[in-house]
């Protein structure tokens, strides 16, 4: 039988090795935390680690609150809402919400259908006066408000780029026609109602809806018909707040302090709110203890069911989208309804078994917090549930590759230096000031590739440069959007480049060896 030659058995060798490291690592971690049945003793276990996974992750600050029975039974704020002023996170601290203001604004969209004022399946055009839906080849009739909710309308525009503070904000018509540049114009790219298109510009048509039906400011119909009665007396679509309200300061991967660019965009992701009212929020999504309803009578039972079950054609890698809500089936068969929300600096979840009425809330004033808020999520989903949901799915899945990759990296890393060290002592290497000037210069130029690459890496993931030249977007970093194992297979690519730069620099491999 033909033997494989060295290098190819260390290359599987490797491979296995890194898989099982990396795999072991990342399925053990959390268990100490998750596994018990005791609540106290889970609130215990979550408090403890919760400062280390901050540190983990580089996260500025953050607050988290849990839901019993449909009751807010605990809630902490952790880390900065200030750095340079050592403002600490409370439960009363402002954060922006981003995405997780959909729900809520879903909710004011469902309290006029309870109330006969528009209908679900009714095309939006019906309600428009202000601004219409721009003429396409698919019928814009096919609009209907269900869609818009369901992002199954056909419409664009993910997400609003912001608009500067010194300036005054547009008019939700203006936005909707793309003042912000051509690329966030609203428009029908898709046959409404075949594909899930998450659209934040289907929700700023839903607000301007909710303006056109009401005749008032979308921002006074939400305050007086969800935020009142739901008691949220610190939620707003700006930030003008008392002035002993702390609001956290927004901060990005690299810990840069961010000015906020405020939204007209409101229904889609203009939220700034505390934890002690989307807590309120969340529990009113569900039935508690003392008998009070879901929906707590701003919008009936029945609706919030609605609102929780899958649409027609929302399929997508995430899952499958709701009614302004994501539900997911986990594998003990409950549904854990939730929506999250990020934006630059920003990053929210909140989250809820309807069944075991038990909910969560998280809140994080940093990009560093996409992955962290999903950590955190999927340890309570874990110890409620014995089940991972979907969202930290796709993170462990993410750890172990990175870690898979940098261990396997790094153990060709260790082989290229063995190797190195071999050809010197067989004196199949030698040092490049033997050689004339034409033998250096070749060597010189071998060195560019390994250099470039470190550089470009650099450049990709850890400035903006990438999102400003394709997207117009500032301060966003790539590798914000890769959980902590990117660190480490950063450290050993750049590692990998100077190296190899260094032994181009400085020697080349000769022919036969023993050449002096």
Request: charged share 20%; glycine share 8%.
């Amino acid at each position: 039988m033909r033997k494989l030659p060295p290098i190819t058995t260390f290359v599987i060798i490797s491979l296995i090795l890194s898989i099982t490291i990396s795999y072991g690592l990342i399925s053990s971690s959390h268990y100490n935390i998750y596994n018990t049945q005791n609540s106290k003793e889970f609130t215990i276990r979550l408090n403890k680690a919760f400062p280390n996974w901050m540190k983990q992750y580089k996260v500025p600050g953050a607050a988290i609150a849990l839901i019993e029975d449909g009751k807010i039974t605990w809630k902490k704020g952790y880390g900065y809402a200030n750095k340079q002023t050592g403002q600490s996170i409370t439960a009363d601290t402002i954060f922006r919400i981003a995405s997780v203001s959909k729900p809520i604004a879903a909710w004011g969209v469902m309290h006029l259908v309870d109330e006969g004022i528009i209908k679900l399946d009714d095309p939006a055009e019906k309600y428009l006066t202000r601004w219409h839906i721009p003429t396409s080849k698919f019928n814009s009739n096919g609009v209907t408000i269900r869609r818009l909710l369901s992002h199954t309308s056909g419409l664009n525009v993910e997400a609003s780029p912001g608009y500067s503070p010194s300036k005054p904000l547009p008019s939700i018509e203006q936005s909707l026609l793309g003042i912000a540049g051509k690329q966030w114009t609203v428009k029908l790219i898709n046959k409404p109602g075949t594909t899930f298109k998450y659209s934040g510009g289907g929700f700023s048509v839903l607000q301007l809806i909710i303006e056109e039906v009401t005749g008032r400011k979308f921002t006074d119909y939400m305050q007086s018909e969800i935020y009142k009665p739901l008691k949220m007396t610190e939620t707003r679509y700006d930030r003008k707040f008392s002035e002993k309200t702390i609001i956290a300061t927004a901060y990005t991967g690299a810990g840069k302090a961010l000015e906020d660019r405020p939204w007209i965009e409101q229904a889609s992701g203009g939220v700034y709110t505390s934890l002690n009212d989307l807590s309120k929020f969340t529990a009113a999504c569900m039935n508690d203890s003392n008998g009070d309803k879901m929906g707590r009578g701003v919008i009936k039972p029945s609706t919030l069911k609605e609102m929780f079950t899958p649409q027609k054609n929302t399929k997508s890698i995430f899952g499958v989208y709701g009614l302004g809500f994501i539900p997911e089936k986990l594998k003990n068969g409950e549904t854990l309804i939730s929506h999250s929300g990020d934006i630059t600096g920003w990053n929210a979840e909140m989250a809820f078994l309807p069944k075991e009425k038990s909910g969560i809330v998280i809140l994080v004033n940093s990009d560093a917090g996409y992955y962290f808020k999903s950590d955190v999520l999927g340890v309570w989903t874990n110890w409620l549930t014995k089940s991972s949901n979907n969202e930290t799915g796709f993170l462990r899945n993410m750890q172990k590759v990175l870690l898979t990759t940098a261990i396997f990296i790094m153990m060709l890393f260790t082989y290229f230096i063995y190797s190195i060290i071999k050809q010197f002592r067989n004196r199949k290497r030698i040092y490049l000031l033997v050689f004339d000037r034409k033998e250096r210069v070749k060597g010189w130029v071998k060195c560019i590739l390994p250099a470039l690459l470190a550089i470009i890496w650099y450049v990709v993931f850890y400035t903006d440069i990438l999102f400003k030249y394709l997207f117009g977007l500032e301060d966003y970093l790539l590798f914000t959007f890769f959980s902590p194992e990117f660190f480490w297979l950063t450290f050993i690519v750049v590692l990998f480049g100077i190296t190899e730069t260094i032994v181009s620099l400085l020697s080349i491999k000769v022919a036969g060896g023993n050449r002096r």
